[in-house]
């Protein structure tokens, strides 16, 4: 994000780009899908935007339970409620 001074009159030319802000590419991301990913906060002093908050990985599949048969049994359990 950066910012540039508007000044007004007739010559209107705006001042170099400043950063705005510091930030870690890492922990901020101005991401959203579809439109802008951040957002101006209304008395324009503050944005608000997302952060990313990295998850562990899912554990390791150790286990496979597998089912023999399962429409039989599926059909078993049904007859049973009759």
């Avoid at 209107?12 to 901020?28: C, I, Q, V, W």
């Avoid at 496979?64 to 059909?75: A, D, P, S, T």
Wanted: charged share 20%; net charge positive; aromatic share 10%.
């Amino acid at each position: 994000m950066m910012a540039v001074a508007a000044p007004a009159g007739t010559d209107g030319r705006p001042s170099m780009p400043k950063p705005l802000f510091a930030f870690k590419d890492s922990e901020l991301r101005f991401f959203a899908a579809p439109g802008a990913g951040y957002c101006v906060a209304p008395d324009g002093r503050s944005f608000y935007t997302t952060q990313v908050i990295p998850t562990p990985p899912p554990p390791p599949v150790t286990h496979i339970h597998l089912i023999l048969n399962w429409l039989e049994e599926v059909k078993a359990k049904l007859s049973e409620r009759k």
